[in-house]
């Protein structure tokens, strides 16, 4: 496993890293806890040291089963969650007053049952909030050790730079994938000037990007990632599925899942500290580990480079 220093701290992260959306439980389909806990392990095991969740996967069952998976392994993990989205019947709330954030520290204190969290990140801009009120709470809060490093997910520049005025700002969690790419306008090229770790989320576009999918699937009761991607539909399906024969063809010579490929795309980006990849077993956690063991070619970046161009624009 490659390892990278995240922004401006002093925590050197896996090049993949675990996303934990899935083992909520209440958006990717049923999750059984045990596995999630084997697979959390087994990425461990395998080099991974950067898990990510927070309290809106499954209403803080994530960071429960997280924290159930890192017993014994504290020391050798970075423990990344977030702050601001809450759950109400189903529906995500985005709530970062003050006393909602002190509430949330100490909640995901309990549930991961650690004394400090590693990189505490705000999980979407709160429109309703003054941000400098927010700012000032996660300030005394971080003075009070509860948390080590500030990080943001979904946030743009401007905003960025409204943190930094107020607070060191190690890292941003956008979505980012082969086939999601609008943050290499503008926030890519921000966050390499500013020295702003970037951690991807969506690496696999829900799966598509795997290659599994043969057909478009008719998705379990409770999965909803057809939803949240617009993958699924055509024409999009099936200018995905020809960029996938050349991820394929690249993976077979390689002698590698086709996941793998994807992944490294992604962390192969420059800017990108981590691609953050969603395992419900410990086969695949072992293979999204492996992927931070090798890199593509200059040549097989350009063959993924012209087939984007040629299918997907």
């Known amino acids: 496993m490659k390892y990278k220093q995240l922004g401006n701290s002093d925590l050197k992260v896996s090049v993949v890293g675990l996303g934990t959306w899935a083992i909520g439980g209440d958006f990717f389909g049923d999750t059984d806890d045990e596995k999630s806990i084997g697979a959390i392990q087994a990425g461990i095991d395998n080099g991974i040291n950067l898990i990510d969740t927070a309290p809106a996967y499954g209403d803080g069952h994530s960071e429960e089963v997280v924290g159930k998976a890192i017993k014994g392994h504290r020391d050798d993990v970075v423990i990344a969650t977030k702050v601001g989205i809450l759950r ?21 204190l309990r549930r991961l049952d650690v004394d400090v969290i590693d990189l505490y990140q705000i999980h979407w801009p709160d429109p309703n909030t003054p941000l400098e009120d927010t700012l000032d709470t996660l300030s005394k809060i971080q003075e009070a050790g509860k948390f ?48 702003i770790g970037v951690l991807s989320y969506g690496t696999l576009a829900g799966g598509i990007l795997t290659g599994k999918f043969k057909e478009i699937p008719d998705l379990a009761e409770g999965d909803y990632r057809d939803t949240f991607y617009d993958y699924f539909k055509e024409p999009t399906w099936s200018k995905i599925q020809k960029l996938l024969d050349v991820l394929r063809d690249i993976a077979e010579k390689r002698g590698v899942p086709v996941p793998q490929v994807a992944i490294n795309w992604a962390r192969q980006q420059k800017g990108i500290t981590t691609a953050l990849v969603g395992a419900k077993t410990t086969d695949q956690a ?26 997907m624009k």
């Not at 109400?88 to 995901?108: R, T």
């Not at 946030?155 to 700002?169: I, S, T």
């Not at 580990?289 to 350009?302: H, K, M, T, V, Y």
């Open 88 to 108: 109400d019947e189903g529906k995500f709330i985005n709530n970062l007053k003050p006393e909602s954030v002190q509430q949330e520290i100490d909640d995901s």
């Open 148 to 195: 080590k490093y500030l990080g943001v997910s979904n946030f743009k520049p401007k905003l960025m730079d409204q943190v930094r005025e107020r607070m060191d700002l190690v890292s941003l969690q956008p979505h980012y994938s082969l086939l999601r790419r609008n943050i290499e306008g503008n926030v890519l090229p921000y966050c390499r000037e500013n020295n």
């Open 286 to 311: 072992r293979s999204n580990a492996g992927a931070g063991n090798w890199d593509l070619s200059d040549e097989e970046l350009n063959r993924i480079k012209d087939g984007y161009q040629k299918y």
